[in-house]
């Protein structure tokens, strides 16, 4: 009997697939002459092309679909501590290796390495942001290393390498290694100075100071990387050390992965709680020292959640793009529509502001002998990571809503959306939640002269819009007489509006810049995404944000 035929399928989109995340984002290429204008963005072109396949993105569903599993034991009872991964994890980490994302910029390869390494990490984190958890903290802790001299030695070689080996064997047998970062614990979170992991001192051998590590971590990410900089009380204080997953000499080092975490999202990365029982671990820079050496490493990972979130971020516009500008409904496309296009126009404005101040940030990395660029990555790092972040959660809500029902499902490539929503409050909580980046705001204000930077960095939109001019006037009393916690949050909200549309004035159209002022600066703008006022360049803002 023929089946029978209940109706045509009709009005649905075709799935955005093999395209070129790089060369279809024109605000990322905008930035990227602005901040690093004699960058050749040729591997850029490669990677969005690769990043954009079909094959790619089947990669980034079954890693997430086939999640990490832990074999804390073999058959025969013997401790085992290893996490298990689909291929299509290990696929995903070859190529983000291959594409320098982790520690190949401390190489110092070709001009703004930084930078460059900044807009693939964003496109890769289109595709798949949770395997970047071990690339980010390998590019955070490489310089780190630089404080002991004999393990970066070893070291460094190995992690700016682009190989991946994914194997758990001695270093010295590997072309590329991973790292990672043990910081917090059950009763301090944030509050590291909490920390009760104890370290005793164990002699002295190449690497140098020896320690034996008792204790535990509660989240600690990617625990199959190759090595660890932990946090431990020594008797000078919480230290920075170094703890290798296997030890020179063959052996396992005592690490015990107790279990996985069960997280909203980020699910193909591996998160997990830890004991050391008698681990060994060698000291890295001064004893008693370990919060600043962590903060300086948290510095590079904040970057990261700015980046990352703003990749998000573009993911997310791309595919309600994708899907207005091909579903129909009461008689037009979606994206014809009047309040749609006040929607999508919305979420460009917010993703290329995004994205513009990721690059601005990265770029003072590349140049931080800079006495100015070195104030502004003091001072911008905990900025970019508390706004965009912060932006990132309603920005992926409204983005789905554009999607309607099939934005909400997990199913094929309308799947996409809903992996970018349960990623997006992340990067907000990951490395210092809202009210610590405030705070770290406030401890740079003290530190830098800060308001003579801010000043320096806005003069190049001077004049160019009166609500820009007027919130740029106000900033330096703000930061000068900014004494109570209360309104730090206030102020890193205006500072990171005020840089943006700065930033914007310089690379964007002036349509885009324009409505971004009137908006986030002047007023004409609501509570929620998609209250333009309908003075804007709806067909410039949206026709520049197109996937394709």
């Given amino acids: 009997m023929p089946e029978l035929l209940t109706h045509e399928v009709f009005n649905q989109p075709e799935p955005l697939v093999d395209y070129n995340l790089f060369t279809t984002n024109r605000a990322l290429q905008d930035a990227l002459r602005l901040n690093a204008p004699a960058l050749d963005t040729g591997s850029l072109q490669s990677l969005g092309g690769l990043l954009g396949s079909e094959a790619m993105q089947t990669h980034a569903r079954l890693a997430n679909t086939f999640t990490p599993v832990l074999h804390s034991h073999d058959r025969f009872g013997r401790r085992q501590d290893e996490v298990e991964f689909h291929p299509s994890y290990h696929a995903l980490m070859a190529a983000a290796a291959q594409a320098g994302l982790h520690g190949t910029p401390w190489a110092g390869e070709g001009p703004s390495p930084h930078v460059l390494r900044a807009a693939g990490f964003m496109l890769f984190t289109e595709l798949e942001p949770s395997i970047l958890c071990p690339i980010s903290m390998t590019y955070a802790v490489t310089p780190a290393l630089r404080a002991n001299a004999a393990i970066h030695a070893d070291w460094a070689p190995r992690l700016t390498s682009r190989a991946y080996d994914p194997a758990l064997k001695p270093f010295a047998q590997k072309a590329g290694v991973t790292m990672g970062m043990g910081m917090t614990e059950k009763q301090g979170g944030s509050d590291v100075r909490a920390n009760t992991t104890q370290a005793v001192a164990d002699g002295t051998d190449a690497w140098g100071a020896r320690f034996r590590v008792t204790g535990h971590k509660w989240f600690f990410s990617a625990p199959m990387c190759d090595a660890f900089l932990i946090l431990a009380q020594t008797p000078s204080g919480l230290s920075c050390l170094f703890l290798p997953r296997v030890l020179p000499d063959g052996s396992r080092n005592a690490l015990r992965v107790q279990r996985l975490k069960d997280k909203l999202g980020n699910k193909a990365n591996a998160s997990s709680e830890v004991e050391f029982h008698e681990a060994s671990a060698w000291l890295v820079g001064e004893e008693g020292r370990g919060v600043p050496q962590i903060l300086e490493m948290g510095t590079m990972t904040r970057l990261d959640c700015a980046l990352g979130t703003s990749?998000?971020?573009?993911?997310?516009?791309?595919?309600?793009?994708?899907?207005?500008?091909?579903?129909?409904?009461?008689?037009?496309?979606?994206?014809?529509?009047?309040?749609?296009?006040?929607?999508?126009?919305?979420?460009?404005?917010?993703?290329?502001?995004?994205?513009?101040?990721?690059?601005?940030?990265?770029?003072?990395?590349?140049?931080?002998?800079?006495?100015?660029?070195?104030?502004?990555?003091?001072?911008?790092?905990?900025?970019?990571?508390?706004?965009?972040?912060?932006?990132?959660?309603?920005?992926?809500?409204?983005?789905?809503?554009?999607?309607?029902?099939?934005?909400?499902?997990?199913?094929?490539?309308?799947?996409?959306?809903?992996?970018?929503?349960?990623?997006?409050?992340?990067?907000?909580?990951?490395?210092?939640?809202?009210?610590?980046?405030?705070?770290?705001?406030?401890?740079?204000?003290?530190?830098?002269?800060?308001?003579?930077?801010?000043?320096?960095?806005?003069?190049?939109?001077?004049?160019?819009?009166?609500?820009?001019?007027?919130?740029?006037?106000?900033?330096?009393?703000?930061?000068?007489?900014?004494?109570?916690?209360?309104?730090?949050?206030?102020?890193?909200?205006?500072?990171?509006?005020?840089?943006?549309?700065?930033?914007?004035?310089?690379?964007?159209?002036p349509g885009v810049f324009a409505a971004f002022c009137e908006s986030r600066l002047a007023g004409q703008w609501g509570h929620t995404f998609g209250t333009l006022g309908a003075g804007c360049d709806f067909d410039a803002i949206i026709a520049r944000a197109m996937p394709n």
């Fill in 311 to 509: 990749g998000l971020m573009r993911q997310a516009l791309a595919l309600a793009l994708n899907h207005t500008a091909q579903r129909s409904a009461f008689g037009k496309r979606l994206i014809e529509q009047p309040l749609m296009r006040n929607v999508l126009a919305d979420l460009a404005l917010e993703s290329e502001a995004a994205t513009a101040l990721s690059m601005r940030l990265a770029r003072a990395f590349d140049r931080r002998d800079d006495p100015h660029e070195a104030v502004m990555a003091r001072v911008l790092t905990p900025i970019a990571k508390f706004w965009i972040c912060k932006r990132g959660s309603v920005f992926a809500q409204e983005a789905m809503e554009c999607m309607g029902g099939n934005g909400y499902v997990e199913e094929g490539g309308q799947g996409i959306m809903a992996r970018v929503y349960r990623e997006m409050p992340l990067n907000s909580i990951w490395e210092g939640a809202g009210n610590i980046m405030a705070l770290d705001l406030l401890r740079a204000l003290r530190k830098a002269d800060a308001a003579a930077a801010l000043a320096h960095e806005l003069a190049p939109a001077r004049g160019q819009h009166p609500a820009l001019d007027r919130l740029a006037a106000s900033l330096p009393t703000r930061v000068e007489e900014m004494a109570t916690e209360m309104e730090a949050r206030r102020l890193a909200q205006d500072v990171a509006l005020a840089v943006q549309a700065a930033l914007l004035a310089q690379s964007a159209p």
